[in-house]
T-cell receptor, first 113, second 113 residues
Framework: KAGVTQTPRYLIKTRGQQVTLSCSPI?????VSWYQQTPGQGLQFLFE???????NKGNFPGRFSGRQFSNSRSEMNVSTLELGDSALYLC????????????FGPGTRLTVL | AQSVTQLDSHVSVSEGTPVLLRCNYS??????LFWYVQHPNKGLQLLLK??????LVKGINGFEAEFKKSETSFHLTKPSAHMSDAAEYFC???????????FGKGTMLLVSP
């Protein structure tokens, strides 16, 4: 099976812009979780989607949003970008059960100037 | 609430010597515990997981970890380090019945020839 894919791999944006990142799960996986990784805060959970519904949400401002499509692909959007949003954004997918192992994609490196 | 403490931010070893990466966790209920590895500019790869079966868990690439409930520890070991083991390692906890992962801050493993 193909692994988790994320596009684009790299992005450069300026403050105030918005950005959309995409995650395609492993075939058969219906749950997609998003994480933000920064040198200062480490890896932090953003949100999880399962069957097109947000199932869990981390402690991030409303500028961070996501959605999931019927084919399980997920997008996350960050509006009104701030310098502090510069990070590696990782998605992880599972078949959907809470005990399933999460498999991570390579990440999207976002730089905000 | 669950939390993870990785006791060392950096560990340096020589090739061929043993590796010990320390992790302590806090969890209200029976947790699942994981170790993930991240090579530079890559996503996270699962090394091993503990899900309430055997307390000594064997993973990929010769790594293993022992779950010690009395000490709330889940240390990662390898008998003999290889240059390719140089990477950042994350200890992760998941509360029973929940899908969200909580990450430690990571331990950078440096392997010298």
């Amino acid at each position: 099976k193909a692994g988790v894919t994320q596009t684009p791999r790299y992005l450069i944006k300026t403050r105030g812009q918005q950005v959309t990142l995409s995650c395609s799960p492993i075939s058969g996986h219906r749950s997609v979780s998003w994480y933000q990784q920064t040198p200062g805060q480490g890896l932090q959970f953003l949100f999880e989607y399962f069957s097109e519904t947000q199932r869990n949400k981390g402690n991030f401002p409303g500028r961070f949003s996501g959605r999931q499509f019927s084919n399980s692909r997920s997008e996350m959007n960050v509006s009104t970008l701030e310098l502090g949003d510069s990070a590696l954004y990782l998605c992880a997918t599972t078949e959907g059960g809470s005990t399933d192992t999460q498999y991570f994609g390579p990440g999207t490196r976002l730089t905000v100037l | 609430a669950q939390s993870v403490t990785q006791l060392d931010s950096h560990v340096s070893v020589s090739e061929g010597t043993p590796v010990l990466l320390r992790c302590n966790y806090s969890s209200s209920y029976s947790p699942s515990l994981f170790w993930y590895v991240q090579h530079p500019n890559k996503g996270l790869q699962l090394l091993l997981k503990y899900t309430s079966a055997a307390t000594l868990v064997k993973g990929i690439n010769g790594f293993e970890a022992e779950f010690k409930k009395s000490e709330t520890s889940f240390h990662l070991t390898k008998p003999s380090a290889h240059m390719s083991d140089a990477a950042e390692y994350f200890c992760v906890v998941r509360e029973a019945g929940y899908s969200t992962l909580t990450f430690g801050k990571g331990t950078m493993l440096l392997v010298s020839p």
